[in-house]
C-alpha cells in the first residue's frame, strides 16, 4: 500500500512586495510560475505559514554590521547594496519572511512532522556572505536554517546541494570551516560571481567538506545527470548526512536567459529523484527545497514541478539510466578535477 507523503509547502503573497527596479530579473513575477506547479498538487500538501526571522536568527549567519547595513539601505529605499542587490521599503521585512519560512520548514521536516517540504520565497539567498548582500541576495536563508537545525535540533551532519547555476558563495563562506555541513555545489564556471573552483575544498576542521563541481557553459542533463551519480552519491555516502537540504535554483535551464547552460525539465526530475533517494536512504527521508534563481517562466515552471513530484512520489522515486563517462568529455574532465582534489578522501569518487 502506498505510504500518505506529507509534504509542507511555503508560499505568501508578502514575498511579492520586494522589488527592484522594473526589469530586473528578481521581480514578484518569478513566483507566479512557481504557483503554477505547486497549484498541481494542491490537494496533496500541506501549507505552512511563513513568519519574519528574528534578529537572533539572522545573526546564526550573519554579523550586526551587516543586518544593520540592510536595515539603513531598506530606510533610504530605494537604494541598492551592490550593482545587482536593490532594495525597497518592503524589503528588509520580506527577507526575514523567507530566511523565517526555510527555519520553520526544515524544522517541522527534521522533528519528523513533515516527511519533506518546499519553501517558495524570495529574496533569495546564497549569495549572502556573513558580512555582505549580493547577487539578489541579502540573508541567506539555507545556512541560517542549517545553523538553526544544528543549534535547535541537534544535528550533527548537514548536506546542502546547491545546484543553482551560480555558484553559493555565500553558503561556501559561511561554512568552510565547518565540518558539520558538507555543501555540494554545481554551477557553471567561470561565472558570476566568479568563486567554486574544485580545489576551493574548505580549509581547517572542514577541508575536504566543501565539493565544487565546476562545469563549463553548454552542460546539459548528462552532465548534471552524470556529475550527481557519480560525485554527489559517493560523497554524501562517506558523510551520511542527518538531513539533506537544496539550495533549488532552475536558472540552469536551457531557458534561462541568465546563463548558457541546457538542462531540460528531464534533469531537473532525474536530479531531484537522486536527491529524495539520497535521503531517503541516508536520513529517513529528510529533505527540504528552498527556491534559489531561476529566471524564466518555464525553467521555473519545470523546475518547481520536478521537485514536488520527487518530494510527493509515494515511494523512492524511479532513478536515471547510468550515464557513460567518457574521458576527455565535459563529463570526463569535471569529474576528474574533483577526484583530483578528493579522490583521497573517498575512493569511490567518480565511479558509478
Known amino acids: 500500500m502506498a505510504v500518505t507523503r506529507h509534504v509542507g509547502v511555503v508560499e505568501d503573497p508578502r514575498y511579492?512586495?520586494?522589488?527592484?527596479?522594473?526589469?530586473?530579473?528578481?521581480?514578484?513575477?518569478?513566483?507566479?510560475?512557481?504557483?503554477?506547479?505547486?497549484?498541481?498538487?494542491e490537494g496533496e500538501i500541506e501549507r505552512i505559514?511563513?513568519?519574519?526571522?528574528?534578529?537572533?536568527?539572522l545573526l546564526l549567519a550573519h554579523g550586526l554590521e551587516h543586518l544593520a547595513r540592510v536595515r539603513a539601505a531598506v530606510a533610504r529605499a530605494p537604494s541598492r547594496l551592490d550593482p545587482d542587490t536593490y532594495v525597497c521599503a518592503e524589503s528588509l521585512a520580506t527577507a526575514r519572511l523567507a530566511a523565517g519560512a526555510a527555519i520553520d520548514l526544515c524544522r517541522a521536516v527534521a522533528r519528523?512532522?513533515?516527511?519533506?517540504?518546499?519553501?517558495?520565497?524570495?529574496?533569495p539567498g546564497h549569495h549572502a556572505e556573513p558580512a555582505r548582500a549580493m547577487g539578489f541576495c541579502l540573508f541567506n536563508n539555507v545556512a541560517i536554517a542549517a545553523r538553526a537545525l544544528r543549534s535547535s535540533e541537534r544535528l550533527d551532519r548537514i548536506l546542502i546541494v546547491d545546484w543553482d547555476v551560480h555558484h553559493?558563495?555565500?553558503?561556501?563562506?559561511?561554512?568552510?570551516?565547518?565540518?558539520?555541513?558538507?555543501?555540494?555545489?554545481?554551477?557553471?564556471?567561470?561565472?558570476?560571481?566568479?568563486t567554486g573552483d574544485a580545489p576551493e575544498a574548505g580549509r581547517g576542521r572542514g577541508e575536504g567538506?566543501?565539493?565544487?563541481?565546476?562545469?563549463?557553459?553548454?552542460?546539459?542533463?548528462?552532465?548534471?545527470?552524470?556529475?550527481?551519480?557519480?560525485?554527489?552519491?559517493?560523497?554524501a555516502l562517506r558523510f551520511r548526512p542527518e538531513m539533506i537540504l537544496v539550495s533549488a535554483g532552475f536558472d540552469a535551464h536551457r531557458a534561462d536567459p541568465l546563463a548558457s547552460m541546457e538542462v531540460t525539465a528531464s534533469?531537473?526530475?532525474?536530479m531531484a529523484s537522486m536527491v529524495r533517494a539520497l535521503a531517503d536512504e541516508?536520513?529517513?527521508g529528510r529533505l527540504a527545497m528552498v527556491l534559489e534563481g531561476g529566471y524564466a517562466p518555464e525553467s521555473l515552471v519545470e523546475g518547481t514541478r520536478a521537485c514536488m513530484?520527487?518530494?510527493?512520489?509515494?515511494?523512492t522515486p524511479p532513478l536515471p539510466a547510468s550515464v557513460e563517462l567518457v574521458r576527455g568529455s565535459n563529463l570526463g574532465r569535471v569529474v576528474d578535477q574533483v577526484v583530483s582534489v578528493h579522490g583521497r578522501r573517498n575512493p569511490r569518487l567518480g565511479a558509478s
Do not use: K
Open 16 to 41: 511579492h512586495e520586494h522589488r527592484a527596479p522594473p526589469g530586473h530579473p528578481e521581480c514578484p513575477e518569478r513566483l507566479r510560475s512557481v504557483h503554477e506547479a505547486i497549484a498541481e498538487r
Open 49 to 57: 505559514a511563513a513568519r519574519p526571522a528574528e534578529d537572533d536568527e
Open 112 to 123: 519528523g512532522d513533515l516527511h519533506g517540504g518546499f519553501a517558495a520565497v524570495r529574496p
Open 168 to 194: 553559493g558563495n555565500g553558503t561556501q563562506a559561511l561554512f568552510e570551516d565547518d565540518p558539520s555541513v558538507l555543501f555540494f555545489s554545481t554551477h557553471q564556471f567561470p561565472f558570476y560571481p566568479g
Open 209 to 235: 567538506e566543501t565539493v565544487n563541481v565546476p562545469l563549463p557553459a553548454g552542460c546539459s542533463d548528462p552532465e548534471y545527470v552524470g556529475v550527481f551519480q557519480r560525485l554527489l552519491v559517493p560523497v
Open 267 to 270: 534533469g531537473f526530475s532525474a
Open 282 to 284: 541516508l536520513c529517513g
Open 309 to 315: 513530484d520527487a518530494l510527493l512520489h509515494a515511494e
